[in-house]
């Protein structure tokens, strides 16, 4: 039931952006102006609680407390109340007893909510990825896919560099399809941070790619690659068209578009 829970919070927050988007509000005052929400300041205790609990028996309760801060967030908050909504989203992940792995849905729900608050919530998120609670085990792998892909959905700049290293250079293949396809959320930034990610991506496609190509049934490291391959290409391949415009599917046709096109204006 958890399970299930989870999924419908996770679908319910992707949906909220666009909901509070469509409605037409007056202009909000400076977040400097508003005054603390003693509804945020509830919600957080009872969210603490809720970390708090050894036994995760009231896991269930936190969808509903989180999906409640993200819309007070959305609506305007405070200076204050954002920093204390921040810290109460992260401290889900990094207070109380450790659930286990396949019981992380409390974590990946605070995940979820943290990629909706834009960049207020980046250096959380990234504090939390690089976190020893949350090693660079196989089990933990799906967790830290969710961390990448919120932190690009804040659309952080200062997270791009970042994020190109992790889908360069990281040994698990998940983990570089996830910043892949968390790159794809700088399709609004300028010219030059869309060129770097989609250079930075090729150079470790290409890689890949010829790698992958070698026929020898006895190389080991081919067939591995050609495996990564199969995990990457298709997050890659949709990143690099929302940055680009363009639509490819093999690293050949995005090396061959790209040689030509690098120093022109793109979309």
């Known amino acids: 039931m958890m399970r299930l829970a989870s999924l419908a919070f996770v679908s319910t927050l992707l949906c909220l952006a666009p909901a509070f988007a469509q409605e037409a509000k007056p202009t909000p005052a400076p977040a400097a102006e508003i005054k603390p929400d003693k509804e945020v300041a509830q919600k957080l205790d009872q969210l603490k609680d809720i970390v708090d609990d050894k036994k995760f028996a009231r896991d269930g309760e936190g969808f509903d407390v989180i999906t409640v801060l993200v819309q007070k967030w959305q609506a305007g908050l405070g200076d ?71 932190m690009g959905k804040t659309k952080d700049e200062s997270k791009v560099k970042f994020l190109i290293e992790i889908a360069r250079r990281d040994p698990e293949a998940q983990l ?5 396809e968390a790159l794809g959320n700088y399709e609004d930034s300028k010219q030059e941070i869309k060129k770097e990610i989609v250079g930075g991506l090729l150079i470790r496609y290409g890689e890949i790619d010829s790698r992958a190509r070698q026929i020898d049934p006895a190389d080991i490291e ?46």
Request: glycine share 6%; net charge positive.
């Open 80 to 150: 204050k109340d954002k920093k204390s909504v921040v810290k109460g989203l992260e401290n889900v992940m990094l207070k109380g007893k450790l659930r286990p792995s396949d019981k992380a849905q409390l974590y990946t729900a605070a995940a979820v909510a943290m990629g909706q608050l834009g960049a207020e919530a980046a250096d959380a998120l990234k504090s939390v990825y690089e976190d020893k609670r949350f090693p660079k085990k196989e089990e933990w792998v799906p967790l830290r896919c969710e961390l990448l892909k919120a």
């Open 176 to 180: 570089e399809a996830a910043a892949g």
């Open 222 to 267: 081919a067939q591995n690659m050609q495996k990564r391959l199969a995990v990457i290409s298709g997050k890659w391949n949709d990143a690099m068209r929302r940055l680009t415009g363009q639509t490819f599917h093999e690293f050949s046709e995005w090396n061959e578009w790209h040689n030509k096109n690098k120093n022109k204006e793109w979309k």
